[in-house]
């Protein structure tokens, strides 16, 4: 047997996985276009232009139509949607146990109280069942993350969400253009928020997110929002029409997400194709995700499953062998466990009092400790992979080989 390079033997990763090569000369040309015609009539480059208008008016079209507004950050697009929506200070947020913190802090960030709902067991994506559970007359917003690219069960927390009256926010940082029965993600809440920095299926350069939203009237609410309250939609003469900062996309970003929206279905299916080929070629021990009935996920990572049985190893164990033979793992995804980190655990947001958790005018418990075993065991099974579209069928063998090598050694 051969020895595994986590025990000093030589890699099975010979060559280096592909980068993704999702950037060309195209999105170098929309920015130099920018340049030029600014260099040419002695102006700057700005915001809230005619890049952005054709950004979001394109990228409203291949969501089945609707509203988009450009944001400068996937955090921005979930703020400036719970900012449109408005909840009342120290109401609750319904959010999953597993996403980004910045799909959890947008919540302290309204004064709002954020309310840990579990995972559905065996996956990253929050339960219906635990949402319903968590609703109280407080409850003022629900925010669902499709997580690696695999959609949330949308249609049945929709119907608990329209059962109870709460508005939805579809957190699709990581999941642009996945589906559940041909619908992309991001129509079937009240709000789609988008992150579109640099390691998104499509991005707008460094930083940067989009809002999307059927609603004409949320359209110019987000606006507004995210751009100091501007009085967007609103009759000739009036002034802001709230407090706000100031979140908005600026036209390079938009010029570079033109040219990237162009690519970015064909990159969701290309990585599909690469789980899909992969997952025939996977020892016993590893597992291609199941997704929830009619969904097809983009792949932001490949969440893969440890199937212990006849195996002498930890997930951990296997996920770290993984990673020594070179193959490009997150062993474990306890980094999207927001409510176990010190700002959440200390009720950390603004000053040092704990605000808004112990604020008299909370009628919650500010001392609830979210029970969230199927989160924490999903860590236990799960490991990630980051592979991407760029990956030829050498590459996927590549990586297969290196998971039959690891099996083979752990195997009894
Ligand atoms: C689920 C989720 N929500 C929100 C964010 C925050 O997006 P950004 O980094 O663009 O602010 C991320 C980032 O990866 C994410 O994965």
């Known amino acids: 047997m051969e020895t595994l390079a986590i025990n000093g033997g030589e890699k099975a990763v010979k060559k280096p996985f592909p980068n993704r090569f ?4 195209k999105e170098k040309n929309a920015v130099m276009r920018l340049f030029d015609e ?12 005619p890049e952005e208008e054709a950004l979001c008016k394109e990228f409203a079209e291949k969501m089945g139509g609707g509203y988009a507004d450009g944001v400068n950050g996937g955090t921005n697009s979930v703020y400036v949607s719970l900012r449109a929506i408005n909840p009342e200070p ?18 302290l ?5 954020p309310v840990v709902a579990d995972v559905t067991p065996g996956t990253y994506n929050v339960s219906p069942e635990e949402i319903e559970r968590l609703i109280t007359p407080l409850t003022a917003a629900i925010i669902i993350a499709h997580i690696a690219g695999e959609p949330a069960d949308i249609k049945k927390i929709m119907a608990v969400a329209d059962k109870h009256n709460i508005p939805v926010i579809e957190d699709c940082a990581q999941s642009h253009f996945a589906t559940v029965d041909g619908q992309p993600v991001g129509t079937f809440g009240r709000f789609g928020a988008f ?3 640099y390691g998104k299926h499509f991005n707008t350069g460094g930083q940067g997110g989009i809002v999307f939203t059927k609603s004409e ?16 939609g609103l009759p000739a003469g009036s002034t802001n029409r709230i407090a706000a900062i100031n979140c908005n996309l600026d036209e390079l970003g938009a010029s570079i997400g033109r040219e990237q929206l162009k690519k970015v279905e064909s990159f969701g299916a290309a990585r599909r194709v690469v789980a899909e080929k992969l997952g025939k070629l996977l020892p016993p021990s590893v597992e291609l995700p199941k997704l929830v009935d009619g969904a097809e996920s983009v792949v932001w990572f490949l969440r893969l499953t440890f199937n212990g ?7 951990d164990e296997f996920a770290n062998a993984c990673a020594a033979e070179g193959l490009p793992i997150n062993p474990a995804y306890r980094g999207a466990l927001p409510s176990l980190m010190t700002w959440f655990v200390e009720r950390r947001a603004f000053g040092t009092k704990g605000f808004p958790w112990t604020s008299p005018e909370y009628k919650g418990s500010n001392n609830r400790d979210f029970e969230i075993p199927n989160a924490k065991a999903v860590m236990d099974i799960c490991f990630n992979l980051h592979l991407n579209e760029s ?3 050498e590459d996927i063998k590549q990586a297969a080989d290196a998971f039959n090598k690891v099996d083979k050694a752990f195997r009894k």
């Open 22 to 25: 999702a950037m060309d000369a």
């Open 38 to 49: 600014a260099i040419a009539a002695g102006t700057n480059i700005g915001y809230n232009g």
């Open 90 to 107: 120290f109401s609750e947020v319904i959010v999953g146990a597993v996403t980004d913190p910045g799909g959890m802090m947008p919540i």
């Open 109 to 113: 960030m309204c004064n709002c109280i």
């Open 195 to 197: 992150s579109t920095m």
């Open 217 to 232: 009237e949320d359209y110019y609410k987000v606006r507004g929002v995210a751009d100091r309250g501007k009085p967007f």
């Open 309 to 315: 049985e006849g195996m002498s190893c930890t997930k």
């Open 391 to 393: 990956w030829t069928d």
